[in-house]
């Protein structure tokens, strides 16, 4: 078997980032993560950190400001995965200027994990965090660096309402009461939900509310399934400069689908309630905040489509359940079995 590549993780302790570090340690990768003393010392961060020494992962101190200790990282490492916030997506620029310098790296995945931004059609503030990460990748590859984009769509423990709701239950909060108040017809006392909107709290029983017509198709992917594609990717030569998609088949559903398919899981019918275009964008241009971007980004994947108006061609990108159809995914389905 051939040696596997030594990862570097920028922003591994954040949400999407400690699965796939945790992916890259199960599938046998050295693996590195980048991080600041403060992190260390952050008692947010300690189980993220213990969970890291368990496993056997290498902590290098370092910053995204330091250029020094970038190089010095990166030159100890094969592959780079960013997977740093969204306010800190334009310092990628620092990324890119380090593995320059390195000369040694064979793959860098910026942070992505979520619409392919080349092919968005959102809506501000959406469309000025999109438009960030698409600065980033012309830059990747002005500079002649190979990469691969992941396009991992949406993550079913942040859109599904789950065990896990806790994580994102703030950004659910900022949505639900949004939606709910610009929607006359749910009354004050009325168990309304939807099975869409980031970190639900709860699963719909009574009422649900649905983003545009409800027919547009949507791509919910777990979060190990997506670490799982990702590090499959890593010395894979058919993922170098593509894209990777993970639309898994049976991942792509409609709204008005996915609450069908609730409602045989739960045995009854739920009252649906639309949200349509029109009003979103009303909502999205009286919000601030958490809630403008979220309703946003909303507006990109339930309305516009943005996940699935477009084929796939081989010039520009690869599917991750075709690349690798040993995976076994972890279906809408079958996730929605997890809520009762």
């Known amino acids: 078997m051939a040696e596997r590549s030594r990862i570097l993780f920028i922003g591994g302790t954040g949400y999407i980032g400690k699965f796939i570090v945790e992916a890259s340690v199960k ?9 600041r003393e403060s992190t260390l010392s952050s008692p947010a961060k300690s189980t993220v950190i213990n969970n890291f020494k368990n496993l056997g992962v290498n902590l290098l101190l370092g910053d995204l400001s ?10 100890q490492v094969d ?4 997977t740093i916030a969204h306010d800190q997506l334009y310092n990628q620029d620092k990324i890119i200027a380090a593995i320059k310098e390195a000369g040694n790296i064979k793959r860098f995945f910026p942070s992505e994990f979520g619409n392919d931004v080349d092919r968005a059609h959102a809506v501000e503030p959406a469309k000025t965090g999109f438009a960030t990460k698409a600065k980033i990748r012309r830059a ?45 017809s749910i009354g004050s006392n009325a168990e309304t ?88 964008l009303k909502n999205i241009q009286e919000a601030s905040g958490p809630r403008k971007v979220i309703l946003s980004i909303c507006h990109s994947l339930f309305v516009k489509g943005d996940q699935t108006n477009f084929e796939i061609e081989p010039s520009f990108g690869v599917e991750a359940s075709e690349l690798y159809p040993d995976v076994k995914y972890t279906t809408v389905a079958e996730y929605l079995n997890q809520l009762f």
């Open 140 to 184: 990747i590859e002005a500079e002649g660096i190979p990469y691969t984009y992941v396009a991992s769509n949406s993550f079913s423990g942040f859109f599904l309402p789950a065990l896990n709701h806790s994580r994102s239950g703030g950004l659910w909060l900022y949505l639900h009461a949004h939606v709910q108040a610009s929607t006359s």
């Open 27 to 35: 599938a046998g990768h050295p693996t590195f993560v980048l991080v």
């Open 66 to 75: 330091d250029h020094e200790s970038l190089v010095e990282a990166i030159k």
């Open 193 to 280: 939900t939807t099975l869409k909107q980031p970190g639900a709290p709860a699963s719909p029983r009574d009422k649900v509310i649905i983003l545009g017509d409800g027919d547009t198709k949507v791509v919910f992917n777990k979060e190990d399934d997506i670490a799982t594609y990702t590090i499959k990717a890593v010395d894979d030569p058919r993922a170098v400069n593509k894209t990777l998609f993970i639309k898994p088949p049976s991942n792509i559903i409609s709204s008005n689908d996915l609450v069908s398919l609730w409602e045989k899981k739960i045995g009854k019918k739920i009252e649906r309630i639309y949200v349509h275009e029109e009003q979103l």
């Open 79 to 82: 592959v780079v995965i960013s």
